[in-house]
Structures are given as C-alpha cells and as structure tokens.
C-alpha cells in the first residue's frame, strides 16, 4: 500500500516520517509513502478551488487541488492520503469536519485521513518525555512537569522553555529561520526515541492507530 503524506512544516515532516518507519518497521508487508513538507498550513478556501501555485506551499490553501490529483493520479493502486496538521487555537471537532467535509466534496473515492496533533506537533515529542530526557538530560523538569499534556499553552513555547538556553523569549529574539532550525533539531532527535505504544499524547495515539487501521496493521 501507497501513503502520500502532507504535513504543514517541516519539522512535522521529520516526526512523522520517523514514527512511520516505528508503525510499518516491524511488519512484513511492504507499505511505500512520499511525505510533502509545506511551508506553513494556510487556511481552507471557502470556495473549494484554492489557490494554484505550488511555490507558496501553504497547504490548507491548495488542499482542494491537491486531493483532486491524488483522486486522479492513484486511482488505479491501493492508496491513501494522510494529512497531518496542527490544532493550533481552533476548535478541534469543528476544524475537524470542516477537513472532513471539504475531502467528501471534492474527491468523495479517495481515501483520505486527518490527523490533528493538538495544540501542536512538538505535543508528541512531550508526550514521551523519557525519549525527551534521553535525549536532552539538561531539560528542565520544573517546565516539563508543568506541561499539561496536548493543551491549549503555547506547546513549542513551552518546549523552548525548557530545553533552549534562554527559553522561548530568547528564541523569539532571534526569528525564523532559527526557530525551524531548532524545531527540527528537536525532531530529529527525540523522534527516533519514541516508544509509539506508551506515549502520553492522544492526539498522537489517534494518530498511530489511524494509520495502522487505513494500512490493515493489527495491533
């Protein structure tokens, strides 16, 4: 089976490709994916077109068309799509239907899977903070315990504050492309840690056996 994944950045992209190799590692059928990183998730057009040009990489604005292709172009294997975003501050059910509802529209014979980390994707990364502290011994404990896990608090913030020198006001200072830099670091780092059957994040357990059921793993 065939995955193609979008993700709306590309520390996302890194966390993600690497629990995929954890999920389909350890089985013997084959699964093949191509993850697409954006530059940033954009917001659904109200119109079902979107917008055309691919330079921009905001994914949320061309999502219509990109589903149309996929519904074109995989037509004809055993496929699906999988598209991981982050909550951010909306309301989950809702923005939840809206992608939903947005997919049945367009390309109603597609396979296509949501995946909303919440509040962000760095709330998997905290999820498994003995992966965390293995990584980074020197993180601060009293930031991390903390953390309330996947709430609405500002999640890379909070991660900065307890593994950047400074904390998130000094990474603040100094901006993208800095801030990516160092969310990809984090990814790179803590994600091949991960144990995928005890992480403290739902969002993330959702995630995993969404992608086992639609990929016919048992678990």
């Known amino acids: 089976m065939h995955f193609e994944i979008l993700v709306e950045d590309q520390s996302g992209a890194i966390t993600v490709?690497?629990?995929?190799q954890k999920i389909f590692g350890p089985n013997n059928q084959t699964y093949t994916y191509k993850i697409h990183p954006y530059k940033s998730i954009g917001r659904l057009p109200a119109n079902l077109i979107g917008q055309t040009d691919p330079e921009k990489r905001i994914?949320?604005?061309r999502l219509p068309k990109i589903l149309r292709g996929y519904a074109h172009s995989l037509q004809h294997i055993e496929a699906a799509?999988?598209?991981?975003?982050?909550?951010?501050?909306?309301?989950?059910?809702q923005f939840k239907q809206e992608l939903v509802n947005l997919s049945i529209k367009c390309c109603p014979s597609l396979r296509v899977l949501f995946r909303i980390a919440i509040e962000?994707?760095?709330a998997w990364l905290l999820g498994d903070q003995r992966a965390l502290?293995?990584?980074?011994?020197?993180?601060k404990d009293s930031v991390l315990n903390s953390y309330i896990q996947d709430s609405?608090?500002?999640?890379?913030?909070?991660?900065?504050?307890?593994?950047?020198?400074?904390?998130?006001?000094?990474?603040k200072t100094l901006?993208?492309?800095?801030?990516?830099?160092?969310?990809?670091?984090?990814?790179?780092n803590i994600s091949p840690q991960i144990d995928i059957n005890n992480n403290n994040s739902k969002s993330?357990?959702?995630?995993?056996?969404?992608?086992r059921r639609l990929a016919g793993i048992a678990t």
């Open 59 to 61: 994914l949320l604005d």
């Open 175 to 188: 901006g993208y492309p800095i801030i990516g830099e160092v969310k990809n670091e984090w990814a790179k």
């Open 81 to 93: 799509v999988l598209v991981v975003v982050d909550l951010d501050r909306r309301d989950c059910l």
């Open 120 to 122: 962000e994707i760095e």
């Open 204 to 211: 993330f357990q959702v995630f995993c056996s969404g992608v």
């Open 152 to 171: 609405i608090c500002d999640t890379w913030e909070k991660m900065s504050d307890a593994l950047y020198p400074g904390g998130s006001a000094k990474l």
């Open 133 to 139: 502290k293995k990584v980074y011994p020197s993180a």
């Open 17 to 20: 490709g690497i629990i995929l």
